[in-house]
Nanobody, 124 residues
Framework: QVQLVESGGGLVQAGGSLRLSCAASGRTFTSVAMAWFRQAPEKAREFVAAINWSGGNTYYADSVKGRFTISRDNAKNTVYLQMNSLKPEDAAVYYC?????????????????WGQGTQVTVSS
């Protein structure tokens, strides 16, 4: 089991940037894929981005492609989400998730550990 703690959320103006971090504990972090999901009020949780165990393969939701970048530092047991050109519709609670497998996937059922979430608010 991997324990996850997100940080870096906050209030930003539209067009601005934020970088989210997710610190992981547990020996399996470096051998599993990681991902970010988000959930806005009264909406279902949605996939944002994923990265495979080595960092060599990434996958993005169409809504964030070209604006968000997921990365990981296995030496620091940390995964990041750099968010640029933020839009009001990006506002949500962002969750970090640790996968059950090494490969990139976007299905929530493929992720066995979740963080508590960090709030991102984007003002127009």
């Amino acid at each position: 089991q991997v324990q996850l703690v997100e940080s870096g959320g906050g209030l930003v103006q539209a067009g601005g940037s934020l970088r989210l971090s997710c610190a992981a504990s547990g020996r399996t972090f470096t051998s599993v894929a990681m991902a970010w999901f988000r959930q806005a009020p009264e909406k279902a949780r949605e996939f944002v981005a994923a990265i495979n165990w080595s960092g060599g393969n990434t996958y993005y939701a169409d809504s964030v492609k070209g604006r968000f970048t997921i990365s990981r530092d296995n030496a620091k047991n940390t995964v990041y989400l750099q968010m640029n050109s933020l839009k009001p519709e990006d506002a949500a609670v962002y969750y970090c998730a640790a996968g059950r497998y090494r490969v990139v996937t976007k299905a929530p059922a493929d992720f066995g550990s979740w963080g508590q979430g960090t709030q991102v608010t984007v003002s127009s």
